[in-house]
């Protein structure tokens, strides 16, 4: 009998536009996944709520980001891709794991303190509870691997320990979920005016959206921070500098890179045909995944059909936890 494929769990927010580092920094990484694991890919529109309360572009979101991972090759045939809100035991759950969590401990996450900080007028027990909330994700699947990036490892974290509460008190019912990312550095793309990485949200001149048209991408990267060029040979590259090199070892060729790369070492680099060449080479990388993923925007009955197979996927996963979790709990009565 064939061994059983390990479970990988990962949630993604409807909120702004897949950019150039969601695609590099996990996409890619989930593409690669669905053939190796069972997993579970979920559209984290209830997560959304505890910053984005107002619904009104809520259905147009949660399409935009299926029809863009799927754009980028997920395969609802092959990953269980679905809504959180679908899945009403993800709420039972969350309320069993909720008399396991402190409000100590929930209070001192990083995350809270930020949003604290940045919605100082919404702070809203579902903010307080949101790591909660994200382990009945994870554990509603029995997941064994959950691919995050550093700013959620400590959410993880409190995951394990709620998987180990309810474990210790009721009976062993849930593995430890464990950070994974093919043991491969993540990939941090960076922002085009060379401060920090590319974002949701926050400088969009700067960032690369899978949705930009080809003269906005050449546009930005027309203008992103160089300087005068090196002055001697092999001279270390400034950071800026070297953000360029990056994003263009991830669209250009081998040759291409060998190139520029020789060009800078020989102090003869022309910084204005360097991005040129990256323009194009990001407008050919992009194009297509548009492309696509205006026309599944645009076919309304594929998206719900997408959404009703990963929403049976995901079910039959969640029924079968949630009895296992009220046999353990002592629940069933009858």
């Known amino acids: 009998m064939a061994a059983t494929k390990k479970i990988v769990m990962s949630g993604i927010r409807p909120t702004g536009f897949l950019h150039l580092g969601n695609y590099f920094g996990a996409v890619r990484n989930y593409v690669r996944m669905q053939d190796e694991f069972e997993c579970y890919f979920m559209v984290a529109d209830l997560h959304s709520l505890t910053t984005h309360p107002d619904t009104k572009e809520l259905k147009g979101n949660i399409q935009r980001v299926l029809a863009e991972n799927i754009a980028c090759g997920l395969d609802p045939d092959k990953a269980a891709f679905y809504c959180q809100s679908h899945i009403y035991e993800t709420s039972e759950l969350y309320l069993y794991l909720n008399m396991l969590a402190y409000k100590g401990e929930l209070e001192k996450t990083v995350t809270f303190k930020d949003k604290v900080r940045l919605q100082p007028d919404n702070v809203n027990a579902g903010l307080l509870t949101y790591p909660v909330l994200q382990a009945a994700d994870i554990l509603l699947h029995r997941a064994e691997l959950v691919p995050v990036g550093k700013d959620q490892e400590q959410h993880l974290e409190m995951a394990r320990n709620f998987a180990n509460r309810f474990n210790h008190r009721y009976g062993e019912t849930f593995p430890e979920p464990q950070a994974f990312n093919y043991g491969e550095e993540l990939i941090k793309v960076p922002s085009l005016d060379g401060a920090g990485k590319m974002s949701k949200s926050e400088n969009q001149m700067a960032t690369l959206y899978l949705s930009d048209d080809d003269d906005s991408i050449r546009k930005k990267v027309m203008k992103a921070k160089t300087d005068a060029g090196p002055?001697?040979?092999?001279?270390?590259?400034?950071?800026?500098?070297?953000?360029?090199?990056?994003?263009?070892?991830?669209?250009?060729?081998?040759?291409?890179?060998?190139?520029?790369?020789?060009?800078?070492?020989?102090?003869?680099?022309?910084?204005?045909?360097?991005?040129?060449?990256?323009?194009?080479?990001?407008?050919?990388?992009?194009?297509?995944?548009?492309?696509?993923?205006?026309?599944?925007?645009?076919?309304?009955?594929?998206?719900?059909?997408?959404?009703?197979?990963?929403?049976?996927?995901?079910?039959r996963s969640a029924r079968a936890t949630m009895e296992q979790v009220r046999e353990a709990m002592g629940l069933n009565y009858f």
């Not at 092999?234 to 291409?256: C, G, H, R, W």
């Not at 190139?259 to 040129?276: E, L, P």
């Open 231 to 315: 002055s001697v040979p092999n001279a270390a590259k400034p950071d800026y500098i070297q953000n360029l090199f990056l994003l263009m070892q991830l669209v250009s060729s081998t040759e291409v890179m060998q190139k520029y790369d020789a060009a800078y070492n020989a102090c003869t680099i022309r910084y204005g045909d360097m991005k040129k060449q990256l323009a194009e080479d990001m407008v050919r990388f992009i194009a297509p995944i548009r492309e696509k993923a205006e026309a599944i925007r645009n076919d309304e009955r594929y998206l719900q059909e997408v959404m009703e197979k990963g929403m049976e996927k995901a079910r």
